[in-house]
């Protein structure tokens, strides 16, 4: 390193232009813009928030889906070890104005399809409607899943419809097992400090602004710095170590549920990457 700047100074000083020394001295590219993010395909619940969402490969004339937490499941959290397909719902969900600040209008579910708190927890919804129906009724449209593992430092916006407030923030890491009373949860997100997220933030969905797409769900953050008890989730090691992280919150990643959706907007746990519980 030191060899190079002293060969790129020296030529400066002899007003030798090689392409070396140009590339030296060339300002660094600009970093690629980020995505703005706002309130569009964001719901909110009785009791939680949630998203509008949508597969890279989904048409327009499918069933639309929403995104939220297991544990914000209407016949309530499933236990540990339980996963729950296929069921009857005529859940309702409002759907907010970009700027989160009005109401489009309200959605309605036909079917559950998917929930658990077992590795992660998410609630999957699909509605009566198609996303071409919703865009042509109300003007909006739906958030892609993202299909990648997320990425350390990525810079996170996790939009609440229940409250309509968005938290800033980013990616800190990522923790082995997440443990909150009887439930673990797998290769959690970790926000840094900044996002601190309550109650009623349960099920936002978790934008990474490089891309505009969900990465995760938000689910929980210790309260109080309590260890591994409700409200209060502790990290587990590999070697099985505990650590507490005080008003610390968490998401769980989505690509492995998004891997299962398949064309119509119903679950195939055969499909590639669907990495979630079966039923």
């Not at 569009?40 to 597969?55: D, F, K, P």
């Not at 097992?177 to 970790?190: A, C, F, I």
């Not at 891997?259 to 055969?270: L, R």
Request: aromatic share 6%; glycine share 10%; with cysteine.
């Amino acid at each position: 390193m030191q060899r190079r700047i002293l060969g790129v100074l020296v030529a400066a000083l002899l007003g030798i232009g090689t392409p070396a020394a140009a590339a030296s001295t060339a300002s660094a590219a600009p970093a690629p813009p980020k995505v703005a993010v706002d309130f569009t395909g964001i719901v909110a619940l009785s009791n939680c928030s949630g998203s509008l969402v949508r597969t890279p490969a989904a048409a327009d004339g499918d069933p639309a889906l929403v995104l939220t937490n297991g544990h914000c499941y209407e016949g309530g959290m499933p236990s540990a070890g339980q996963v729950i397909t296929n069921r009857p719902s005529n859940r309702t969900f409002t759907l907010l104005s970009r700027d989160g600040r009005g109401t489009l209008g309200r959605l309605r579910a036909s079917r559950m399809l998917y929930a658990t708190m077992t590795d992660t927890d998410v609630t999957l919804y699909r509605l009566n409607t198609s996303y071409a129906a919703i865009e042509r009724n109300y003007g909006t449209t739906a958030l892609r899943l993202s299909l990648d593992h997320p990425t350390a430092g990525a810079d996170l916006r996790v939009v609440s419809g229940y409250w309509r407030r968005m938290y800033s923030c980013s990616l800190d890491g990522f923790a082995y097992r997440l443990r909150e009373s009887q439930w673990t949860w797998k290769d959690s997100v970790r926000y840094t400090s900044s996002c601190d997220v309550i109650g009623g933030t349960s099920g936002s969905p978790v934008i990474d602004t490089a891309s505009g797409k969900v990465i995760a769900v938000n689910n929980t953050i210790n309260e109080d710095g309590g260890r591994c008890t409700l409200n209060n989730p502790c990290e587990v090691d590999e070697a099985g170590n505990i650590t507490v992280r005080p008003h610390i919150g968490y998401a769980q990643e989505t690509y492995i549920l998004g891997a299962c959706i398949a064309p119509g907007s119903v679950i195939d746990f055969d499909r590639p990457g669907c990495a979630v519980p079966r039923g």
